[in-house]
């Protein structure tokens, strides 16, 4: 079945930057818009980035905007995510998502998530 | 931006009924989605469109949306149920997709 799988994540200073990578396996990438969410210590869900199945079509949460820059590779199937000038907000399970087909705007298959810790 | 709404926790004993609740802003007129997300996991899809069922979900799980509030039902509740539940939509005026606060199903 489809695989989604997040890594890069750790602890990183305030202030620092960090790479996410989603390698995704067992379905076509191209055909797939993909979206980053993220949850917070003991919060809810936070949609953090959504990006077009060519890469054309991006959009950002205001919370991350002109911090995050989200990106792919289609030739090897990998969603990546930039995070830049972090802060201890930032703080979260990163999940790297799957956009539905057939059924608009819904996340059909999650990664098991990567945390990132900000933090001095 | 738009809103999404949801009770902070609901509970119910084993074999009832359990209703959540999504409100929003004319959210009949867009397209809900559930998730349902047990401690130390990813969420999992459980409803889409509404009302449609991703394969393996059992039938058990239904979802409804109408005027300001969409409700996810849980029908003969079970122990296995017990989970953060959120509603999910796509606000087209921000291009933003939208997170209720999520609501902790306990079953008592």
């Known amino acids: 079945q489809v695989q989604l799988v997040e890594s890069g994540g750790g602890l990183v200073k305030p202030g620092g930057s960090l790479r996410l990578s989603c390698a995704a396996s067992?379905?076509?990438?191209?055909?797939?818009?993909m979206n980053w969410i993220r949850q917070a210590p003991g919060k809810g869900l936070e949609w953090i980035s959504q990006?077009?199945?060519?890469?054309?079509?991006?959009y950002y949460a205001d919370s991350v905007k002109g911090r995050f820059t989200v990106s792919r590779d289609n030739a090897k199937n990998t969603l990546f995510l930039q995070m830049n000038s972090l802060r201890a907000e930032d703080t979260a399970v990163y999940y790297c998502?799957?956009?539905?087909?057939?059924?608009?705007?819904?996340?059909?298959?999650w990664g098991p998530g990567s945390l990132v810790t900000v933090s001095s | 931006s738009y809103v999404l709404t949801q009770p902070p926790s609901v509970s119910v004993a084993p074999g009832k009924t359990a209703r959540m609740t999504c409100g929003g802003n004319?959210?009949?007129?867009?397209?809900v989605h559930w998730y349902q997300q047990k401690p130390g996991q990813a969420p999992v899809l459980v409803i889409y469109?509404?009302?449609d069922r991703p394969s393996g979900i059992p039938e058990r799980l239904s979802g409804s949306n109408s005027g300001n509030t969409a409700t996810l039902t849980i029908s003969r509740v079970e122990a296995g149920d017990e989970a953060d539940y959120y509603c999910?939509?796509?606000?087209?005026?921000?291009?933003?997709?939208?997170f209720g606060g999520g609501t902790k199903l306990t079953v008592l």
């Open positions: 469109s509404d009302s």
């Open positions: 999910q939509v796509w606000d087209s005026s921000s291009d933003h997709v939208v």
């Open positions: 998502t799957r956009e539905a087909l057939t059924a608009e705007f819904s996340l059909d298959n």
């Open positions: 990006i077009s199945s060519s890469g054309s079509s991006i």
């Open positions: 004319n959210i009949g007129s867009k397209s």
């Open positions: 067992r379905f076509i990438f191209s055909d797939y818009y």
